[in-house]
């Protein structure tokens, strides 16, 4: 049994107040008092800021900081981003993201429809899932061979063509015209 000496009292008084003065004197976390996002012309703020993981409130970290840039950045709907910090009013930080959006793309490029022509044997949306191009995304030669080329490896047809015309609503339809093989 390992006994210990006794503290003097007055020596326990002096440990407390040099303990509670060195916890004055280290610098205390700051926190988030405020996130702003500045030009932003078509996005509202609320979509970015469900995009971000650092909130009002939380303690300010460079790390963190660094995740909401690049998850910012892997949206794409931006050509610029600035991140700036300045004190806030109570001690903590103000966070302002300053932002360029990217302008859109015309309406024209966009892909409205695909359908494809002189199937028998196979269902449009079967083979809609071995083409990487969906509704919605962005028409351009590179994805049309893509497809092309995604259609002859299926080994199913003996010839493969796509057609693009103007769809209803001023974006692209793509039409698929295939020949099978007997």
């Given at each position: 049994m390992t006994r210990f000496a006794p503290v003097p009292v007055g020596l326990l008084v002096c440990l407390s107040g040099w303990?509670?003065?060195?916890?004055?004197t280290q610098p205390?976390?700051?926190?988030?008092?405020?996130i702003e996002f500045r030009r932003l012309h078509r996005l509202p703020q609320w979509t970015i800021r469900a995009k971000?993981?650092?909130?009002?409130?939380d303690v300010y970290s460079e790390e963190a900081l660094r995740r909401d840039l690049k998850t910012l950045w892997k949206t794409c709907y931006f050509t610029d981003i600035q991140v700036k910090t300045e004190p806030g009013a109570q001690g903590g930080a103000i966070i302002r993201f300053e932002m360029t959006e990217r302008q859109?793309?015309?309406?024209?490029?966009?892909?409205?429809?695909?359908?494809f022509?002189?199937?028998?044997?196979?269902?449009?949306?079967a083979m809609k899932t071995?083409?990487?191009s969906k509704v919605g995304d962005i028409c351009d030669e590179l994805a049309l061979r893509r497809?092309?080329?995604?259609?002859?490896?299926?080994?199913r047809f003996d010839d493969v063509q796509v057609k693009t015309e103007a769809g209803p609503h001023g974006g692209t339809i793509l039409r698929f015209v295939?020949?099978?093989r007997q």
């Amino acid at each position: 049994m390992t006994r210990f000496a006794p503290v003097p009292v007055g020596l326990l008084v002096c440990l407390s107040g040099w303990m509670t003065a060195q916890a004055q004197t280290q610098p205390t976390s700051k926190v988030i008092e405020a996130i702003e996002f500045r030009r932003l012309h078509r996005l509202p703020q609320w979509t970015i800021r469900a995009k971000i993981e650092s909130q009002v409130g939380d303690v300010y970290s460079e790390e963190a900081l660094r995740r909401d840039l690049k998850t910012l950045w892997k949206t794409c709907y931006f050509t610029d981003i600035q991140v700036k910090t300045e004190p806030g009013a109570q001690g903590g930080a103000i966070i302002r993201f300053e932002m360029t959006e990217r302008q859109r793309q015309p309406a024209a490029n966009l892909i409205e429809g695909i359908e494809f022509g002189g199937l028998s044997g196979v269902t449009q949306d079967a083979m809609k899932t071995t083409i990487s191009s969906k509704v919605g995304d962005i028409c351009d030669e590179l994805a049309l061979r893509r497809d092309l080329n995604a259609l002859w490896n299926t080994n199913r047809f003996d010839d493969v063509q796509v057609k693009t015309e103007a769809g209803p609503h001023g974006g692209t339809i793509l039409r698929f015209v295939v020949i099978e093989r007997q």
